[in-house]
């Protein structure tokens, strides 16, 4: 923690990090932003979620998959990414990784609402309104990538869906396309117990142990969920060098179980935190998360130190980075990164700043956002409008409810 200092900006990158009487001194011409009892943080980094899906928050799970079905479109995936950016933003969140379908229309939207994303280009063995079969998900995926591959604010991934819905033939594309391209894979791993059993039942054994024998772990898999893993397993994650992405709402939501983050944490892996869809966690909110994470991960383990607030905090911004590939660029405030900045209040008393932000802290105390410099949110509103915002979303919703579903 560095007190009274000041962060200088020029062109989107740190400058410096001052003292910041001296920052005063140095910097005189430069727009001056007070922020008095105020901590400042990286830009938080939501390594996992289905923006999109935010049109469908507190739609009942059972008729989720139908009116999916009924809307699922360009236009659609379009304006809830744009809800979801607006939520994100105020909530802090500068950077997410995204995983879902029409993956240019999530492009559009991150831009035009001036985030950092990642974006997934999905792959899977089931036929929808955007692709016919994994031959023509990558086709249209590596398309886009080829389109926006110089987007400052956009970087691209390999989003095979799961073990369970993608063949080995697609798997193996996958790896290779990720090795010819330097890109990476992104991956829901061992969310559910159902899912282990699926896979022991068809393929003769556990999903992760199928990846490895398809060539998909290394330090380019990011490894979504993984709840149901073993301490075996736990240490082939660690010797490929994956990272994984814990989601707690979701899991907690979803009773899919508890991921052994404190065991994976002690073998070296780098955890990053992610949301999820809203759909299945119905909220965009990276403090929650960390909150929970940190909360959950005690109570599991019936240890007072687990998952402490600093690697809480790391999770939720540097790991992050580091899982999608952003590390040398986002995460942490030093010179020669972007600046992708969040600025908390501190209301009453704050005897140590960083357990104040994951213990204390909430989405409301956001009140300055900035991405590559550019600030997003002042004193707690954005600085652009988004339309859906208003009024779009309840066409959406309207069409999401329809009849009654069989």
Known sequence: MLEHHAVAVRDGIIEQVLPASEALRQFPNYENVELPDHVL??????????????????????????AEKRVL??????????????????????????????????????????????????VMDLPTPYASDPADYLR???????RYGDEPLASFSLAPHAPYSVPDAAFRQVATLAAELDLLIHAHVHETQAEVERSVAQ?????????????LLGPNLIAVHCVHVEDREIELLARHGCSVVHC??????LASGFAPVDAMLKRGINLALGTDGPASNNRLDLLGE?????????????????????????????G?????GQGAKIGSIEPGKRADL??????????????????????EDVTHVWVDGELRVRDGALETEVPALHSRWQIWQNALEGPADS
């Open 140 to 146: 249209k995926g590596l398309a886009l990538r080829d």
């Open 248 to 253: 707690p709402s979701s899991n907690l939501k």
């Open 41 to 66: 943080i990286p830009g938080l980094v939501n390594a996992h979620t289905q923006a999109a899906t935010s049109l469908m928050r507190g739609l009942a799970p059972e008729r989720q998959a139908a």
């Open 73 to 122: 479109s360009a236009e659609f995936v379009r304006e809830g990414t744009a809800l979801a950016c607006a939520d994100m933003l105020l909530a802090g969140i500068t950077c997410f990784s995204d995983m879902y379908f029409f993956p240019e229309s999530s492009l559009e939207a991150a831009l035009e609402a001036g985030m950092r994303v990642v974006l997934g280009l999905p």
């Open 290 to 318: 960390m909150r929970t994470a940190a909360l959950v991960a005690k109570g599991v383990t019936h240890d007072a130190r687990a998952l402490p607030a600093p690697v809480a905090l790391r999770a939720a911004t540097l």
């Open 342 to 363: 969040v600025a908390l209040a501190v209301r009453g008393p704050c005897y140590d700043p960083i357990s104040h932000v994951v213990y204390a802290a909430g989405r």
């Open 203 to 215: 393929h003769g054994m556990r999903p992760l142990e199928r990846l490895r024998k398809l060539g």
């Open 320 to 324: 992050g980075a580091r899982a999608l």
